[in-house]
């Protein structure tokens, strides 16, 4: 007799105890496999310590293979499921689809952003909820304190240091608390101008920090917060975010160069093509987590509502604690129906308390009913996250001890961009790279600092745009390796073309990447080599020409540009798509890299070059066509209409 087939979908807090505990009751009698975009599970709370440089972002990942020993990962994101069919149809991370069959399903694909409908907020704020824009959110404010200590303008200075935080719930309130240590720390070292200070603003339409814990904890952490100098405003929210600041619901506009968003979650939007009884977005389950009229399917987490019956005529809050127990519970009744042993239990829980990390020795903890804060509160709190964890334990603890004795170093690499980690999306646990496979659309793409530019959206693996793929093309303004720079606010600064020609050799023939061996770039796409002697070109079809190479004529068939100028060996270029030979290369060497071509003419025994154009790449079938309003890389699902769902996870 065969083994039943078991599909988790997310590897989550639900859906990673689902995994664990299933491979632990089967023993072998199973065959369990789990689909996640990532090949870690994230532990969710620490990821505001990630953002302050206390932890290394490896230290909040699990290794689902690593402790996971009998459930096969596949790694992907689940585009449909056919309930008749039973089966689970996904895109890889390389854009590859696949198919999986099951007898049982777990779904248990979690949270993204919650979105409200604020104008600017999708165009110009980024949330947290993921790894990515932890890491991208670390760099951002360290790059804004360190132009705000370089800025000769004061009110530049002010605005770069000013930073929004919207939501005082456990997301939004930890982001504050730690932000503010991570910028006082940083400014200690390098002073601003006239002693200013890094400004971080609460915002919360709720009238009081952390709304959901009891009166005590919620004062405790309103108090730490105002202490360490945070702006607390409760019952304001943002009534319109644009490029340089915030239009806040009073009227008041805050001049700012960043917005994090944490006003809570809502359900992955897989659950809602499902076409079954949804409540507030979520998939509806009776109390043993299984979809009525539906035994072979199951769903946990912050994508299920699961009555809550110590509250009758309620659902449990999306929150990590419920979701980490319905994984278990999940698990044990999969189990009970394929006869591996156990009985159905409903979901029952008691509320063990929360934990708030206000950074340093600092907290807000209720265990087990018992109103803690200061010191011990931090004790108890970072106690209870080893326990917590399912792993890495011992190395975050080594962090916490040397982030006591030692300097944090506030330095930024630049390895997530802003366009990388935009607010709506339905993976916000991937971050974009330019170039990527084509996959699930995403809901309402943007431009701004949440999106990307036009050429970022299909560059068939030359990072050069639409149309563009031609070997040795210098990227399209605005996209990695280009003389275009992002700010933090998401506006595009020009670098001068004499800094990119700074240490490019001057002499010698022009040399390009085959057309079937580009050029890596920093982040996944492709880099033209630089051209020796000479400036970038820059903005292929409708740019500007590219100018200055030495001693000849302007190289001809250049598309939509003027020529190039000055070849080296006085005669023109000619080895562009539709164009005649390279002449007298210097030294009868022959032009080398050119797609297609042969050797140059005045070569001892050799033809004339016969540069055959390369056809520029086309767009998948499934992908629309390129556009302004379509962010590059992955291409994700459409996102559902945002039915708002409280809490943060």
């Not at 369990?32 to 599970?41: H, K």
């Not at 070849?567 to 032009?591: D, F, I, L, T, V």
Request: hydrophobic fraction near 35%; glycine fraction near 14%.
């Amino acid at each position: 007799m065969s083994r039943p087939r078991i599909v988790i979908v997310g590897a989550g807090f639900a859906g990673y105890r689902a995994a664990r505990t299933l491979a632990r009751r089967t023993r072998g009698r199973a065959h369990i496999t789990l689909l996640n975009p990532t090949d870690y599970f994230l532990y969710l709370p620490l990821l505001p310590q990630v953002a302050a440089g206390i932890l290394e972002p490896r230290r909040v990942t699990v290794s689902l293979s690593g402790t996971l020993p009998h459930v096969r990962l596949v790694l992907g994101e689940a585009d449909r499921i056919d309930l008749d069919e039973r089966t689970l149809h996904y895109t890889g991370p390389e854009g590859e689809g696949g198919t999986l069959a099951y007898d049982r399903l777990v779904i248990a694909a979690g949270s993204v952003n919650k979105l409200l409908p604020v104008p600017g907020v999708a165009e110009h704020a980024h949330g947290f909820r993921g790894l990515p824009e932890a890491l991208y959110l670390r760099d951002h404010v360290t790059r804004q304190v360190e132009l705000a200590a370089a800025a000769e303008d004061p009110e530049s200075c002010a605005a770069r240091c000013t930073f929004v935080v919207v939501g005082a719930g456990y997301t939004g309130t930890e982001v504050a608390a730690h932000g503010q240590m991570f910028t006082d720390a940083q400014v200690r070292k390098h002073p601003l101008r006239q002693g200013m200070r890094p400004r971080w603003i609460l915002l919360d339409v709720a009238p009081r920090v952390l709304p959901e814990m009891d009166d005590k904890l919620s004062a405790t952490a309103d108090r730490v917060l105002r202490q360490r100098g945070v702006d607390v405003r409760m019952g304001t929210s943002v009534k319109e975010a644009l490029p340089d600041g915030v239009v806040l619901s009073d009227g008041e506009f805050v001049e700012t160069r960043t917005l994090v968003w944490c006003v809570g979650v809502r359900p992955d939007p897989l659950v809602e093509s499902l076409g079954l009884p949804l409540e507030e977005g979520r998939l509806l389950v009776d109390p043993h987590l299984q979809v009525p009229g539906r035994p072979e399917l199951f769903a946990c987490g912050d994508a299920a509502a699961v009555p809550d019956l110590e509250k009758p005529g309620s659902y449990t809050p999306m929150t990590a604690q419920h979701a980490w127990r319905h994984g278990k519970v999940a698990a044990e009744n999969v189990a009970a129906s394929l006869g591996l042993g156990g009985e159905h239990k409903p979901y029952r829980h008691r509320d063990l308390g929360f934990v708030v990390d206000l950074g340093g020795a600092k907290a807000a903890a209720n265990p087990l009913g018992v109103a803690l804060s200061g010191v011990l509160a931090g004790a108890v709190t970072r106690g209870y996250h080893l326990a917590a964890m399912p792993g890495n334990r011992v190395r975050v603890a080594a962090d916490w001890l040397l982030d006591a004795v030692l300097p944090r170093q506030a330095v930024q690499l630049g390895l997530v961009r802003s366009w990388s980690v935009p607010l709506d999306t339905s993976s916000p646990e991937v971050a974009r790279v330019p170039g990527g496979p084509g996959r699930r659309h995403e809901a309402s793409a943007r431009s701004g600092p949440g999106a990307a530019v036009r050429a970022d959206t299909y560059d068939g693996g030359t990072g050069a745009g639409p149309g563009k793929g031609r070997a040795g093309d210098e990227p399209a303004k605005g996209q990695p390796g280009s003389g275009v720079k992002l700010s933090g606010s998401g506006a595009a600064e020009r670098r001068s073309e004499t800094e990119l020609a700074k240490g490019r050799p001057g002499g010698g023939p022009a040399r390009t990447w085959p057309a079937d061996k580009p050029a890596k770039g920093p982040l996944g796409g492709t880099r033209a080599r630089s051209r020796p002697g000479g400036e970038p070109a820059e903005g292929r079809p409708g740019g500007e020409p590219a100018e200055g190479r030495r001693g000849g004529e302007p190289a001809e068939g250049q598309p939509g540009g003027e020529p190039a100028k000055s070849q080296p060996g006085g005669e023109p270029a000619k080895s562009q798509p539709g164009g005649e030979p390279a002449r007298n290369q210097p030294g009868g060497e022959p032009a080398e890299g050119q797609p297609g071509g042969e050797p140059a003419r005045n070569q001892p025994g050799g033809e004339p070059a016969k540069s055959q154009p390369v056809p520029a790449p086309q767009p998948p079938d499934d992908q629309p066509p390129p556009g302004p309003d379509i962010a590059p890389g992955p291409v994700k699902r459409s996102d559902a209409p945002d039915h708002s769902a409280k809490g943060d996870s």
